[in-house]
């Protein structure tokens, strides 16, 4: 009895320290936010417009460094996803654009192939949505999770939306080929094949690139505005960020030909030994299945030995419906990987140049989140972008812009920290703890509801508030204690749950420290969130 007594007290101290945290944070921020709007007021009456106003030079120079006529208002480095979507929003509202890709024929890559929900709300926003028509991209509805013989579906929380509201999944090349000819048909964008080599800077102003054009010639290019959109393997971040990169795990791509899912038209998720495995639809005939292996180091593509650890490990542990297709997939070949990148957001603000997309945030791409931030971030730049005449006052320019990085913070972090928490949760783990912890999500996601919706609404980009993210995630953790201590508690159990709300702290905190704790919760407390621009139109 007395350790019944003693398991209760447990959970009662646990459920209170949460709600407890909350509730101070909660008045914490409400206190702080009036604080914060009566510094800002006063710091923007003192300061009245920007002092310093840099007008930069937006020629373009010939391949012979002759200037040309014509200015421009921004140059784009990079024709991905974000460098794509970015380009044709500024040539939307009249922007002179350059855009620079290193390789304008279709990419071929093994990940940017699921759209969230969310993202694909941020696309039709943006007026891109045709640019999925016509590549044989596929309606996702949620996920399917597979777990020692049992099995459970996740929906999205679609309710309330339009019918043609879901996720998207597709061919990465074929998307992106689209997003270039929507940027290349505006006539105030032109699109160009060229390496960038560096920026080119200017009593600390970035004026404009330096690239090597298709015919192996170096140019020089200028522009009051360069946005660097240059993907996770980014040349030139360094000079506008604090690069904390990470590589947790590796992904190793197969496609599956005439695979029939379990559950048409959902994302599987196989909670594997020792992390998990994707499979999800990218066209009418072929399944894209991700294996990811934990490190940096992967066994060798090139003598065999990646194609025998796919047969002998991964593959018996996949539903019986996927083996066949899976091994055959290894038979054919053609087996790819790719480092799974992690790094904050951690801008230097540079007069005269923005991060985007991969090369300014990255997150584990387990739940897919990477393309639905960069369309949230670049709706949000637009919006910021649209009352500027232009973009020749940089140092005003990029004084405004620390707005960006601050109202930005909620949407991104959440999806960036739910990415690095669930993929650390499915992986398998020799702590019995956290064992416990994997599984407790597992039967969580699975009791549906809010249970379900809840996550998978932070997941989708369909809701992605901070706060809903902690309370979900430690309910899972609690839910994990009450399946150890209840109804027959012992010391070991008792002990085994102080460890894994432990370890789920351990998993959270460190990812929340990282994104910035004021800017995920409460960013109308920091100043910069009330930047003004420099100038509007009449």
Known sequence: ????????????????????????????????????KVRAARSSSRKGTFGLVQECDSSVLGANGVEEEGGLDAIVVGAGVAGGALAYTLGKDGRRVLVLERDLSEPDRIVGELLQPGGYLKLLELGLGDCLEGIDAQRVFGYALFKGGKDAKVGYPLEGYEEDIAGRSFHNGRFVQKLREKAGSLPSVHLQQGTVLRLIEREDVVIGVRYRGADGVEKEVFAPMTFICDGCFSNLRKNLC??????????????????????????????????????????????????????????????????????????????????????????????????NKIMPALPRPTPGALLMGDAFNMRHPLTGGGMTVALADIVLLRDMLRPLRSFNDSFGLCDYLKAFYTRRKPVAATINTLAGALYKVFCASPDLAMTEMRQACFDYLSIGGTFSSGPVALLSGLDPKPLNLVVHFFSVAIYGVGRLILPFPSLSRIWISARLIQGASNIIFPIIKAEGVRQMFFPSMVPDYYKQPPYAKN
């Not at 509730?23 to 936010?33: D, K, R």
């Open 1 to 36: 009895m007395g350790i019944f007594y003693l398991s209760g007290f447990v959970v009662a101290w646990i459920s209170f320290g949460c709600m407890s945290l909350v509730s101070l944070l909660l008045i914490y921020g409400v206190a702080m936010q009036r604080r914060v």
């Open 242 to 339: 604090t690069p904390k990169v990470d590589v947790p795990s590796c992904f190793v791509g197969l496609v599956l030909e005439n695979c029939q899912l379990p559950y048409a038209n959902h994302g599987h998720v196989v909670l594997a030994d020792p992390s998990p495995i994707l499979f999800y639809p990218i066209s009418s005939t072929e399944v894209r299945s991700l294996v990811d292996i934990p490190g940096i180091k992967v066994p060798s593509i090139a003598n065999g030995d990646m194609a025998k650890h796919l047969q002998t490990v991964v593959a018996p542990q996949l539903p019986k419906q996927i083996q066949g297709p899976f091994l055959a997939a290894i038979e054919k070949g053609n087996i790819r990987s790719m480092p």
